[in-house]
């Protein structure tokens, strides 16, 4: 559900740039256009904490001076990250809606549910550019993390909570 939401806005975006401008416009150089690759996930060693199992990165949206990715691991996280916050504002949690979430077996819902109260204990409960969201999303992302031993921890259980998520 969030990930065809997040194409479905990167299509919008594509469609609405205007085909005229972007002939009009200098086309870069050979040196401009080498584009660096996906990044790989962190490693066991910078971290401390296993690179994450939650496939690669895949470009979804290419332009001339940028690439857009899509990761399953980022794309559960904001969902997770989102029912979290739902829940601590007392509101439904916006992926029970629909067929799908009634769809799962009761072990899928379970870890979901589980995984979404953690988060709204813990990283809902910080602001946007806490050291809690920031490990999470940097870790994501493949980001070398020097951490201390309360953060491999807070990381470690987070990652816990996304991968018994993963299947709903």
């Known amino acids: 559900m969030v990930k065809r939401s997040v194409l479905l806005l990167l299509a919008l975006l594509a469609a609405a740039a205007d085909p005229a401008q972007a002939a009009r416009e200098q086309q870069p150089n ?25 496939g690669p990165r895949q470009a979804v949206l290419e332009k ?15 969902a997770v990250l989102t029912s979290a916050t739902e829940r601590r504002a007392k509101r439904a949690d916006p992926l029970h809606e629909g067929g799908c979430f009634g769809a799962l077996v009761q072990e899928e819902r379970s870890a979901w549910d589980a995984a979404v109260s953690y988060y709204a204990e813990t990283v809902a409960a910080t602001s946007d550019f806490s050291r809690e969201r920031e490990i999470i999303r940097a870790h994501l992302t493949g980001a070398e993390l020097s951490l201390d031993d309360d953060d491999r ?3 470690r259980l987070s990652l816990l909570f996304l991968r018994a998520a993963a299947p709903a």
Not at 33 to 46: L, N, Q
Not at 64 to 78: A, E, I, Q, T, V
């Open 30 to 54: 050979d040196a401009d256009t080498r584009r660096p690759e996906a990044p790989k996930g962190s490693s066991e060693a910078a971290s401390g904490v296993p690179a994450d199992d939650f």
């Open 64 to 78: 001339p001076w940028f690439r857009f990715y899509s990761h399953f691991g980022f794309n559960l996280y904001d």
């Open 153 to 155: 921890r807070d990381l």
